[in-house]
Protein backbone atom coordinates (compact mmCIF):
# COMPACT_ATOMS: atom_id res chain seq x y z
CA UNK A 1 0.00 0.00 0.00
CA UNK A 2 1.36 3.69 -1.06
CA UNK A 3 1.22 6.45 1.30
CA UNK A 4 0.65 9.49 -0.52
CA UNK A 5 2.64 12.84 0.93
CA UNK A 6 0.77 15.52 -0.08
CA UNK A 7 1.91 18.71 1.72
CA UNK A 8 -0.72 21.26 2.13
CA UNK A 9 1.55 24.04 4.15
CA UNK A 10 2.76 26.03 0.88
CA UNK A 11 5.64 26.91 2.84
CA UNK A 12 6.45 23.48 3.54
CA UNK A 13 7.07 23.08 -0.26
CA UNK A 14 9.18 26.45 -0.34
CA UNK A 15 11.10 25.24 2.19
CA UNK A 16 11.56 21.21 0.69
CA UNK A 17 12.47 22.78 -2.58
CA UNK A 18 15.17 25.18 -1.23
CA UNK A 19 16.47 22.33 0.57
CA UNK A 20 16.83 20.32 -2.41
CA UNK A 21 18.59 23.24 -4.05
CA UNK A 22 20.95 20.70 -6.20
CA UNK A 23 18.60 17.36 -6.70
CA UNK A 24 17.90 16.96 -9.94
CA UNK A 25 17.08 13.79 -10.21
CA UNK A 26 13.22 12.39 -8.82
CA UNK A 27 9.94 14.19 -9.18
CA UNK A 28 7.95 16.90 -7.85
CA UNK A 29 4.51 17.07 -7.83
CA UNK A 30 2.22 19.86 -9.65
CA UNK A 31 1.06 21.09 -6.45
CA UNK A 32 4.52 21.53 -4.83
CA UNK A 33 6.05 22.93 -7.94
CA UNK A 34 3.34 25.78 -7.64
CA UNK A 35 3.35 26.26 -4.24
CA UNK A 36 7.15 26.95 -4.66
CA UNK A 37 6.75 29.37 -7.69
CA UNK A 38 4.21 30.92 -5.63
CA UNK A 39 6.41 31.61 -2.56
CA UNK A 40 9.18 32.77 -4.30
CA UNK A 41 7.39 35.25 -6.28
CA UNK A 42 5.74 36.84 -3.24
CA UNK A 43 9.07 37.22 -1.88
CA UNK A 44 10.78 38.09 -4.88
CA UNK A 45 7.91 40.84 -5.38
CA UNK A 46 8.00 42.40 -1.89
CA UNK A 47 11.71 42.75 -1.92
CA UNK A 48 11.27 44.56 -4.65
CA UNK A 49 8.87 46.97 -3.47
CA UNK A 50 10.60 47.90 -0.27
CA UNK A 51 13.54 48.43 -2.15
CA UNK A 52 11.29 50.43 -4.58
CA UNK A 53 10.09 52.44 -2.40
CA UNK A 54 12.90 53.32 -0.44
CA UNK A 55 14.55 54.39 -3.70
CA UNK A 56 17.34 51.93 -3.34
CA UNK A 57 19.23 49.66 -6.01
CA UNK A 58 18.10 46.36 -5.99
CA UNK A 59 20.13 44.57 -4.06
CA UNK A 60 17.83 42.20 -1.71
CA UNK A 61 15.97 41.29 -4.10
CA UNK A 62 18.86 40.65 -6.70
CA UNK A 63 20.66 38.49 -4.00
CA UNK A 64 17.55 36.46 -3.68
CA UNK A 65 17.53 35.48 -7.38
CA UNK A 66 20.51 34.23 -7.12
CA UNK A 67 19.53 32.50 -3.86
CA UNK A 68 16.69 30.76 -5.45
CA UNK A 69 18.18 30.22 -9.03
CA UNK A 70 19.78 26.91 -8.40
CA UNK A 71 16.32 25.75 -6.59
CA UNK A 72 14.04 26.47 -9.13
CA UNK A 73 16.23 25.26 -11.99
CA UNK A 74 16.28 21.94 -9.87
CA UNK A 75 12.66 22.51 -8.98
CA UNK A 76 11.64 22.74 -12.78
CA UNK A 77 13.73 19.54 -14.18
CA UNK A 78 12.15 17.76 -11.47
CA UNK A 79 8.51 18.98 -12.79
CA UNK A 80 9.37 17.90 -16.26
CA UNK A 81 10.27 14.64 -14.52
CA UNK A 82 7.01 13.96 -13.25
CA UNK A 83 5.02 14.59 -16.45
CA UNK A 84 8.04 12.15 -17.97
CA UNK A 85 9.28 14.35 -19.75
CA UNK A 86 13.69 14.94 -19.88
CA UNK A 87 15.31 17.98 -18.18
CA UNK A 88 16.39 18.16 -21.46
CA UNK A 89 13.71 20.03 -22.48
CA UNK A 90 14.96 22.89 -20.10
CA UNK A 91 18.26 22.28 -21.50
CA UNK A 92 16.79 23.10 -25.28
CA UNK A 93 15.54 26.47 -24.34
CA UNK A 94 18.84 27.42 -22.36
CA UNK A 95 20.35 26.72 -25.84
CA UNK A 96 17.72 29.12 -27.45
CA UNK A 97 18.48 31.52 -25.16
CA UNK A 98 22.59 31.47 -25.86
CA UNK A 99 21.63 31.58 -29.15
CA UNK A 100 19.38 34.62 -29.03
CA UNK A 101 22.30 36.22 -27.04
CA UNK A 102 24.64 35.07 -29.44
CA UNK A 103 22.84 36.91 -32.47
CA UNK A 104 21.80 40.00 -30.75
CA UNK A 105 25.97 40.47 -30.11
CA UNK A 106 26.68 39.99 -33.40
CA UNK A 107 23.52 42.71 -34.46
CA UNK A 108 25.71 45.49 -32.02
CA UNK A 109 28.58 45.07 -34.91
CA UNK A 110 26.89 44.65 -38.24
CA UNK A 111 23.12 45.25 -38.93
CA UNK A 112 22.83 42.93 -41.66
CA UNK A 113 19.29 42.26 -42.41
CA UNK A 114 19.59 38.93 -42.02
CA UNK A 115 20.83 38.95 -38.42
CA UNK A 116 17.32 40.30 -38.01
CA UNK A 117 15.62 37.50 -39.34
CA UNK A 118 17.68 34.96 -37.22
CA UNK A 119 17.19 37.01 -34.33
CA UNK A 120 13.47 37.22 -34.87
CA UNK A 121 13.21 33.51 -35.93
CA UNK A 122 14.65 32.56 -32.59
CA UNK A 123 12.38 34.92 -30.52
CA UNK A 124 9.91 32.94 -32.09
CA UNK A 125 11.08 29.52 -30.98
CA UNK A 126 11.70 30.90 -27.51
CA UNK A 127 8.18 31.94 -27.08
CA UNK A 128 7.27 28.43 -28.33
CA UNK A 129 9.16 26.62 -26.47
CA UNK A 130 8.29 28.57 -23.68
CA UNK A 131 4.62 27.80 -23.77
CA UNK A 132 5.46 24.32 -24.29
CA UNK A 133 7.23 24.46 -21.10
CA UNK A 134 4.29 25.91 -19.16
CA UNK A 135 2.08 23.30 -20.95
CA UNK A 136 4.37 20.40 -19.55
CA UNK A 137 4.15 22.20 -15.60
CA UNK A 138 0.76 22.85 -15.53
CA UNK A 139 -0.08 19.17 -17.00
CA UNK A 140 -0.55 16.52 -14.16
CA UNK A 141 2.07 14.10 -13.45
CA UNK A 142 1.66 10.31 -13.69
CA UNK A 143 0.00 8.88 -11.57
CA UNK A 144 2.18 6.04 -11.24
CA UNK A 145 6.06 5.00 -11.32
CA UNK A 146 8.13 6.00 -14.33
CA UNK A 147 12.24 6.09 -15.09
CA UNK A 148 12.52 8.97 -13.36
CA UNK A 149 10.84 8.12 -10.40
CA UNK A 150 8.14 7.24 -7.87
CA UNK A 151 5.51 10.11 -7.86
CA UNK A 152 6.08 11.61 -4.52
CA UNK A 153 9.84 11.10 -4.64
Known amino acids: MKTECIETNVFLSYWNCIKKYCHFNGRISRRNYWSFVLV ?25 SIFV ?13 DVN ?5 LGGLLIFLFV ?4 EGIM ?13 VVTILILIWVIVLLIFYI ?12 PQA
Not at 73 to 81: T, V
Not at 139 to 150: T, W
Open 139 to 150: KKGNPEDNKYGN
Open 69 to 81: ALPALAAQYRRLH
Open 40 to 64: NFIIGFILGYIEGIKGEPPVWSGAY
Open 108 to 120: EYNGHIINDIISN
Open 100 to 103: YGVT
Open 85 to 89: RSGWW
